[in-house]
């Protein structure tokens, strides 16, 4: 068992020089690279979807002060990342995108990364404005409605995609197959490292 995880670990490390090659890649038409939204990350940092090229991508779109389905799909973002064998996290990302940016600050959104055990290096949180935050939940086939000041009704979906900004799987519900959502993401993160 041992030769196999140092195997696993040692193809990994000799191919992770290909994260280059995937930044310099053409991007396909229907890439989310494409998408020229300004966001902020939990550190407050100013990006744009395309800095996170390079790496599959494991998405879910949420709000913090939500009290029924968002703690649901933050424990799956969790059991995803457990279920992910170390050696292949450095070419993942797990993202977790607000759909209440008037609220969700990046000051509270780290906090939130902070107080949820979220905050590794894999794991990205951002925020927008509401007409950019939109943008990208209608790539994804998201809904959303504020209801009231401090709730919102919304879908349930994590979405993979590759390194290239392709949308590979989606996993809808609260009922979301995490093994599934986990050895997809390692397979394209093997297939393009």
């Not at 040692?10 to 020089?17: D, I, N, P």
């Not at 977790?96 to 949820?116: G, R, S, Y």
Request: net charge negative; hydrophobic share 40%.
């Amino acid at each position: 068992m041992k030769a196999i995880g140092f195997l696993a670990v040692l193809t990994f490390l000799l191919s992770s020089c290909s994260f280059n090659e995937a930044k310099e890649r053409k991007l396909p038409d229907n890439s989310i690279f494409h998408l020229t939204s300004n966001w902020k990350n939990q550190d407050g940092k100013s990006m744009k979807l395309n800095d996170l090229k390079g790496k599959t991508l494991v998405v879910v779109m949420i709000y913090t002060s939500c009290k029924s389905a968002c703690p649901v799909l933050v424990s799956k973002m969790k059991q995803i990342e457990k279920a992910i064998d170390k050696a292949y996290l450095p070419a993942i990302n797990l993202v977790l995108v607000t759909i209440d940016p008037e609220n969700d600050t990046p000051e509270k959104l780290k906090t939130f990364a902070q107080t949820n055990k979220m905050d590794e290096p894999h794991w990205t949180f951002l925020t927008s404005t509401e007409e950019e935050t939109q943008e990208f939940a209608n790539v994804l086939a998201m809904k959303y409605k504020k209801i009231d000041p401090i709730d919102f009704s919304h879908s349930n979906i994590i979405t993979v995609f590759n390194p290239y900004g392709e949308l590979v799987i989606q996993e809808e519900g609260l009922e979301i197959n995490v093994e599934k959502v986990a050895s997809t993401a390692v397979k394209i993160a093997k297939e393009n490292n």
